[in-house]
């Protein structure tokens, strides 16, 4: 079964300090790697994703770092905010579909 | 413009009842999907609908679930028989689907299924 591996699961970071979370994916056909953001009560929504033919893609205080060779993909959120407390998930191509595999999830906590 | 919505927003039933979750994609959007979250777990895929194609059930976890959808709007999750493990929150999003790939997915609010 062909997972996305996520980590860490959770994150504690303080207000302004930079919140890194890591996902390592298998085989894909497809280059598109989303990160979506859920806030408790609500549907995760996408934030922020790369389709590959750059190793970064920032907007905003939200940057994706790609690692092609390594299957390796990150977010950076830079100068966290207690706003952005919440779960965060990566996904990734399942082999040669475009359905998503999703990661477990890293909740993060700003603290003030 | 209007989101994916989802009804019932929350839904308790006893165990051995059936429930019917529905869905309302984006305007416009071919492809369906549906995803269970376990409470503090990680989006699991259920089935996937993509316009006329054969639906892909490959993540249905038992022959209790089953889905449908009319045309590209509306889908209903059924779930037969519910058990106490079934109790999750039942997420739906839709997508564009251009050439042969779909790509962002959006998703209603979800409905929190407890099964009691």
């Known amino acids: 079964q062909q997972q996305v591996k996520q980590s860490p699961q959770s994150l504690i970071v303080q207000k302004g300090g930079i919140s890194i979370i890591n996902c390592a994916y298998e085989n894909t056909a497809f280059d598109y790697f989303p990160w979506y953001q859920q806030f408790p009560g609500k549907g995760p929504a996408l934030l922020i994703a790369?389709?590959?033919?750059?190793s970064e893609k920032k907007e905003g205080r939200f940057t994706i770092s790609f690692n092609k060779s390594a299957k390796q993909f990150s977010l950076h959120i830079m100068d966290s905010q207690p706003g952005d407390s919440a779960t965060y998930f990566c996904?990734?191509?399942?082999?040669?579909?475009?359905?998503?595999?999703f990661g477990t999830g890293t909740r993060l906590q700003v603290f003030p | 413009g209007a989101g994916v919505s989802q009804s019932p927003s929350n839904k308790v039933t006893e165990k051995g009842k059936d429930v019917e979750l529905r869905c309302d994609p984006i305007s416009g959007h071919t492809a369906l999907y549906w995803y269970r979250q376990r409470l503090g777990q990680g989006l699991e895929f259920l089935i996937y609908?993509?316009?006329?194609?054969?639906?892909?059930k490959s993540g249905l976890p038992s022959d209790r679930f089953s889905a449908e959808r009319t045309g590209e709007s509306v889908s209903t999750l059924t779930i037969q028989r519910t058990q106490q493990e079934d109790s999750a929150v039942y997420l739906c999003?839709?997508?564009?689907?251009?050439?042969?790939?779909?790509?962002?997915?959006?998703f209603g609010p979800g409905t929190r299924l407890t099964v009691t």
């Open positions: 996904a990734a191509p399942l082999g040669n579909t475009d359905k998503l595999i």
């Open positions: 790369i389709r590959p033919d750059v």
């Open positions: 999003a839709s997508s564009l689907f251009w050439g042969q790939l779909s790509y962002e997915q959006y």
């Open positions: 609908f993509q316009g006329n194609s054969a639906p892909d």
